[in-house]
């Protein structure tokens, strides 16, 4: 796992009151990274996380003042799943935002993952690697320290933009994963993390861990909001 280098940005730590305060400054910082995007290359590729944490700054943004046609849309992991499965992350986000807001249908590009992980990964890498470096990757982290489907102990070939994951320890047990290295090409990265289940994780972090969430960064500036629970 790659340790941040002496000249990479610090990691900023935002510690909010609650889980409401954290998806508001996260759906404000999201516009004001789709502003600064359209403003300067007149479009905004933006890489959804999954997980339950984002869902209220993706409500959030379904009245905002920006131009959908100018986003593009990626995720950065998905779940081994019919394409109609609820747990999915794709639909996820179509139920709290893309559903109800115009991005072009096709600027929202899926993981297909109910074609499973290996196929899904290779169909998805050009994808990846037409779109980097990304506007602003979307994180979440679970307690044991992951991140997209990137889980502690698991290794993948170091020359994957996108790795097809099994026997991941949060069901489902396929998915299909982003690399740490294609999460880190972005110009800005964005980790939201609620709830004091993730305060182990984040003390590990903080202390110097090799978690797999600690090796997303780069030269891309982290942000990472979390709420007082998380940080106790
Ligand atoms: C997934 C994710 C995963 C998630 C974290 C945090 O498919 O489950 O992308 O990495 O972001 O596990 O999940 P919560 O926000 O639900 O705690």
């Not at 290996?118 to 307690?143: I, K, Q, S, T």
């Not at 047990?173 to 709830?195: F, K, M, N, P, Y």
């Not at 202390?207 to 780069?218: H, R, S």
């Given at each position: 796992?790659?340790?941040?280098q002496?000249?990479?940005?610090?990691?900023?730590w935002?510690?909010?009151?609650?889980?409401?305060?954290?998806?508001?400054?996260?759906?404000r910082?999201?516009?004001?990274?789709?502003?600064?995007?359209i403003?300067?290359r007149?479009?905004?590729?933006?890489?959804?996380?999954?997980?339950?944490?984002?869902?209220?700054?993706?409500?959030?943004?379904?009245?905002?003042?920006?131009?959908?046609?100018?986003?593009?849309?990626?995720?950065?992991?998905?779940?081994?799943?019919?394409?109609?499965?609820?747990?999915?992350?794709?639909?996820?986000?179509?139920?709290?935002?893309?559903?109800?807001?115009?991005?072009?249908?096709?600027?929202?590009?899926p993981?297909?993952?109910?074609?499973?992980?290996?196929?899904?990964?290779?169909?998805?890498e050009?994808?990846?690697r037409a779109a980097?470096?990304?506007?602003?990757?979307?994180l979440?982290?679970?307690?044991?320290?992951?991140?997209?489907?990137?889980?502690?102990?698991?290794?993948?070939?170091?020359?994957?933009?996108?790795?097809?994951?099994?026997?991941a320890?949060?069901?489902?047990?396929?998915?299909v994963?982003?690399?740490?290295?294609?999460?880190?090409?972005?110009?800005?990265?964005?980790i939201?993390?609620?709830?004091?289940?993730?305060?182990?994780?984040?003390q590990?972090?903080?202390?110097?861990?090799?978690?797999?969430?600690?090796?997303?960064?780069?030269?891309?500036?982290?942000?990472?909001?979390?709420?007082?629970?998380?940080?106790?």
């Amino acid at each position: 796992m790659k340790n941040r280098q002496i000249e990479d940005p610090p990691t900023r730590w935002h510690v909010l009151d609650n889980p409401d305060a954290v998806a508001a400054q996260a759906a404000r910082r999201i516009l004001q990274a789709a502003s600064r995007a359209i403003t300067e290359r007149g479009l905004f590729s933006i890489v959804l996380a999954g997980g339950r944490t984002p869902q209220a700054a993706y409500r959030l943004l379904v009245d905002a003042g920006t131009d959908w046609s100018c986003w593009e849309v990626y995720f950065g992991d998905e779940r081994c799943l019919p394409a109609d499965d609820a747990e999915r992350n794709s639909l996820m986000a179509a139920r709290a935002l893309l559903d109800s807001v115009a991005v072009p249908a096709a600027n929202i590009h899926p993981i297909p993952a109910e074609w499973g992980a290996e196929a899904a990964a290779r169909d998805y890498e050009p994808v990846v690697r037409a779109a980097l470096p990304f506007d602003l990757v979307l994180l979440g982290m679970g307690e044991d320290g992951h991140t997209a489907s990137l889980f502690p102990g698991q290794q993948h070939p170091a020359d994957q933009l996108v790795h097809a994951v099994h026997n991941a320890p949060k069901p489902p047990q396929d998915r299909v994963s982003l690399s740490a290295g294609a999460l880190s090409d972005a110009r800005e990265v964005l980790i939201l993390v609620t709830g004091a289940g993730k305060q182990t994780a984040i003390q590990g972090w903080r202390g110097g861990e090799q978690l797999p969430i600690a090796a997303i960064g780069g030269s891309a500036q982290v942000d990472v909001l979390l709420d007082k629970a998380a940080q106790a």
